[in-house]
Nanobody, 119 residues
Framework: QVQLVESGGGLVQAGGSLRLSCAAS????????MAWFRQAPGKGREFVSS????????YYADSVKGRCTISKDNAKNKVYLQMASLKPEDTAVYYC????????????WGQGTQVTVSS
């Protein structure tokens, strides 16, 4: 099992920036992909971005493409989400998650970090 702890959320004005961090521990050798999802009030959880642990294969949701950058530090077992030009609709709880193969589900989740963007 992989334990994930997010940090870096907060309150920011529209147009501002935030950097989210996710620290992984436990069976980190089993990580294949790490990703960020978010869940806004009253909505389902949606994919934001993912990064393969061993290669720089990266994906972004269309809603954040061009505004967010995902990166990783394998030595520190951390993944980051740099968010810029934030909009009120980016307000959500952001979750870090990991999957252990290309075909497995996202089995390990962090507790989430709140991002609030004021207009």
């Amino acid at each position: 099992q992989v334990q994930l702890v997010e940090s870096g959320g907060g309150l920011v004005q529209a147009g501002g920036s935030l950097r989210l961090s996710c620290a992984a521990s436990g069976r980190t050798c089993s990580i294949y992909i790490m990703a960020w999802f978010r869940q806004a009030p009253g909505k389902g959880r949606e994919f934001v971005s993912s990064i393969r642990w061993s290669t720089p294969s990266i994906y972004y949701a269309d809603s954040v493409k061009g505004r967010c950058t995902i990166s990783k530090d394998n030595a520190k077992n951390k993944v980051y989400l740099q968010m810029a030009s934030l909009k009120p609709e980016d307000t959500a709880v952001y979750y870090c998650t990991a999957r252990r193969s290309a075909t497995s589900s996202y089995d390990d989740w962090g507790q989430g970090t709140q991002v609030t963007v004021s207009s």
